[in-house]
């Protein structure tokens, strides 16, 4: 479902995948994020925020959503995950540069939360089930509950997606999903 060849979503990936690979951790940094640049505002991006509930209404997911001022007639569009920690490292210069190409949609979905990773729920919503189809514990981190990648979906494509290409004319062709560590497993599983 999820296509794309953009020069400037390369850029972004890529910038993104060397800024999170330098901050690589045993545990990731959960300290509380500052404002970012939805908060502080662009010239080059005008953003706003949704929320959608889980399908078991265990967890809030905030979406940003930013669409570039110069917009095509049709946009290329990169859905990210961990958008906490994904909207802390945007910034006025990146937005500058992604806007001097064909600027993608940005589109960030993370958690009702301030700290750039909610790590629980992300083990949930980006696993699949086990064999039996069920939601269980993580094998590696019992206290935590996997396999929920299927209901996680269903909220993006049938939701979160739907109300994106409700905001901008999105190509269809030209849409990618882009996640790290679980994020990026993921990826894999879509």
């Not at 937005?95 to 629980?120: C, K, M, S, W």
């Not at 049938?158 to 679980?182: C, E, T």
Request: hydrophobic share 40%; proline share 6%; aromatic share 12%.
């Amino acid at each position: 479902m999820f296509h794309f060849s953009c020069k400037s979503a390369l850029l972004l990936v890529c910038g993104f995948s060397l800024m999170m690979h330098a901050q690589v951790q045993a545990k990731p940094n959960l300290t509380p994020l500052k404002a970012n640049i939805a908060e502080q505002g662009s010239a080059y991006y005008q953003f706003q925020v949704k929320y959608f509930q889980s399908a078991d209404q265990q967890r809030r997911y905030k979406v940003w959503l930013g669409l570039p001022r110069q917009a095509a007639a049709v946009s290329p569009a990169l859905f990210m995950l961990d958008g906490n920690s994904a909207m802390s490292y945007l910034s006025e210069d990146l937005l500058r540069q992604l806007a001097t190409h064909e600027a993608p949609v940005l589109v960030a979905i993370g958690y009702d939360t301030n700290l750039p990773f909610y790590t629980a729920a992300r083990a949930l919503d980006y696993t699949p089930a086990d064999e039996t189809g069920k939601i269980t514990a993580d094998p590696r981190q019992p206290e935590r509950l996997s396999g929920g990648s299927a209901h996680f979906r269903e909220v993006l494509f049938n939701q979160i997606q739907p109300w994106v290409a409700g905001q901008a004319k999105l190509d269809p062709q030209r849409q990618a999903l882009w996640g790290h560590s679980y994020g990026g497993y993921l990826y894999w599983i879509v």
